[in-house]
Nanobody, 129 residues
């Protein structure tokens, strides 16, 4: 069973909005930090945003700060990425990620992108100019 499944990718014009969802397979993930990464064609995967298990701490890449908002609903085992003011350079496959452990450590691992416990398979977001 795939532990994390992303939804909501698609084609959107520049300046538009899109909301991605990531559904976790069981309630274990309510104790995990969650995050989003993206990989554009020909580029390495990069950190986008992360949220602690309690939603008390969030972290964003500078490139999306002020435009994207990460949130989670532990009752639904789901996290979200609201993307506004989209730009063509936001075009990428977006991946959901989950990292266990203490909040500070989990958020640090999430920011680094190294050794993350679980990944989704990704959903494509295409922003047209």
């Amino acid at each position: 069973q795939v532990p994390l499944v992303e939804f909501g990718g698609g084609l959107v014009p520049a300046g538009g909005s899109l909301r991605l969802s990531c559904a976790a397979s069981d309630r274990t993930f309510t104790t995990y930090a969650m995050g989003w990464f993206r990989q554009a064609p020909g580029k390495e995967r990069e950190f986008v945003a992360a949220i602690s298990w309690s939603a008390g701490t969030t972290d964003y890449a500078d490139s999306v700060k002020g435009r994207f908002t990460i949130s989670r609903d532990n009752a639904k085992n789901t996290q979200y990425l609201q993307m506004n003011s989209l730009k063509p350079e936001d075009t990428a496959v977006y991946y959901c990620a989950a990292e266990g452990g203490r909040t500070a450590q989990a958020m640090s691992v999430m920011r680094s992108g190294n050794g993350i416990d679980y990944w989704g398979k990704g959903t494509l977001v295409t922003v047209s100019s």
